[in-house]
C-alpha cells in the first residue's frame, strides 16, 4: 500500500474490513501524530459493537497459550477476532518482542482472526500507548470480539479493567503463595477467574484457595462473591470452551442488568483523562526550550516555587491549546 495515503483515506477501506489497510492505520495510531487525529475520531465514532475482553494475570501464567486456544474456540462459532497482544519492549530497537504472535501462530494466519503486538514502550498498566486506539480500528472493521493480552502485570497496574467490557484474570499453580497474586491486587479485578495449566497437581489447590478468598466477600479486599473460578489446561484444550460459554454469559448479564453502559461509561471517562494527560504532556514538551526554561531559571533563583512553577505553566498552556 502506498505509505503517501492520507489517514482519512484509509478509514472506508477499514471499516470494509481490508487487513492492509487495518494493519497501516494501527501502525499510525500506535505512533501517533497529528495526521492520523481526525481519522482515529472518524473510527471511534463507527466503534462500539465489539465485546472487549481483558486477559490479565503474572508473567508465567499461560496466557497467549489460552488466548489462541479461546480464540480457536471462537471460530467454531463463526466469529470475527481481533487480538491485540501487548508485548514487552526490545531493550535494543523499543519494539515489540512478538513473543505473544510466536504462541498464536496457529490462528494468525485465519482470515477471521487479526493480530497485533503491541510494545508497551515503557507504559505503566500492562497496556501499550494506542491499544484503545487500535480496539476502536477492529471494531469499526467488523471484529465482533475483541481480546487484549496485556503483559504481566502485578500490583496496580492494570488498566486492562478500564478499557475491558470482561475481564479474565489468569493465575498457574507452583507460581509461589498461591494468594500472592491477591495480595498484589490484581485478583479483585477479576469478572472471571482462571487457573491455569490445571494438569499440574496443585491447581486444584489453588482453585480451592480463590473460592475461599472469593467466598468470604470482604469488602476492604473489594473482591466479589459469584464470580466464577475455572480450572483449564489449555494445551489439551480442558475447559477452554467453559470459558468462552462464561465470558459469553458474563456479557448477556452485563446487558440485562445495565451494568454494560455503566462500563462504557466508565471506559469513556478513562480514556478522555488518559487524552488530557497525553496533551498536557506533548504540551510540556512543546514548552520545554521556551517558557519552562524561564521557569526553571526562576525556580533555580528560588524566587517562585514549584507549585506556582506549576500552576503559572498550566495556565500558560491553556491559553494556546485549542478545545
Do not use: W
Not at 477501506?13 to 497529528?34: D, F, K, N, T
Amino acid at each position: 500500500m502506498d505509505p503517501s495515503i492520507s489517514s482519512l483515506e484509509l478509514v472506508e477501506r477499514v471499516c470494509a474490513g481490508e487487513r492492509r489497510a487495518i494493519a497501516r492505520m494501527l501502525s499510525r495510531a500506535e505512533v501517533g501524530g497529528p495526521e492520523t487525529r481526525e481519522a482515529l475520531d472518524l473510527l471511534y465514532r463507527r466503534a462500539g459493537r465489539a465485546h472487549v475482553v481483558g486477559i490479565t494475570g503474572v508473567p508465567g501464567s499461560g496466557k497467549s497459550t489460552l488466548v489462541a486456544k479461546l480464540v480457536a474456540a471462537g471460530l467454531k462459532s463463526g466469529r470475527k477476532i481481533g487480538i491485540i497482544a501487548v508485548d514487552p519492549s526490545s531493550p535494543f530497537s523499543g519494539g515489540s518482542i512478538l513473543g505473544d504472535r510466536i504462541r498464536m501462530g496457529e490462528v494468525s494466519g485465519h482470515p477471521s482472526v487479526f493480530v497485533r503486538s503491541m510494545a508497551t514502550r515503557g507504559a505503566l498498566g500492562g497496556l501499550a500507548r494506542g491499544t484503545l486506539e487500535a480496539v476502536d480500528i477492529l471494531d469499526a472493521a467488523g471484529y465482533d470480539l475483541i481480546i487484549i493480552e496485556t503483559v504481566g502485570v502485578g500490583q496496580d497496574e492494570v488498566d486492562v479493567v478500564r478499557a475491558a467490557h470482561t475481564t479474565v484474570v489468569v493465575s498457574a499453580p507452583g507460581l509461589g503463595d498461591d494468594i500472592q497474586a491477591i495480595k498484589a491486587g490484581i485478583l479483585e479485578i477479576a469478572d472471571v477467574h482462571v487457573v491455569s495449566k490445571g494438569d499440574k497437581p496443585e491447581s486444584d489447590k489453588t482453585v480451592s484457595d480463590l473460592k475461599s478468598m472469593l467466598g468470604l466477600g470482604l469488602p476492604k479486599t473489594g473482591l466479589r462473591r459469584g464470580v466464577p473460578v475455572l480450572k483449564i489446561c489449555s494445551p489439551r484444550e480442558e475447559g477452554i470452551a467453559e470459558l468462552l460459554d462464561v465470558i459469553d454469559a458474563h456479557r448477556q448479564h452485563l446487558v440485562a442488568s445495565g451494568e454494560y453502559e455503566e462500563r462504557r461509561q466508565s471506559i469513556r471517562e478513562r480514556r478522555m483523562l488518559k487524552a488530557a494527560e497525553q496533551v498536557l504532556h506533548d504540551e510540556f514538551e512543546r514548552h520545554r526550550e521556551g517558557r519552562m526554561a524561564e521557569l526553571l531559571a526562576e525556580l533555580a533563583n528560588a524566587t517562585i516555587s514549584p507549585q506556582t512553577a506549576a500552576r503559572r505553566l498550566l495556565a500558560r498552556i491553556s491559553m494556546e491549546v485549542k478545545p
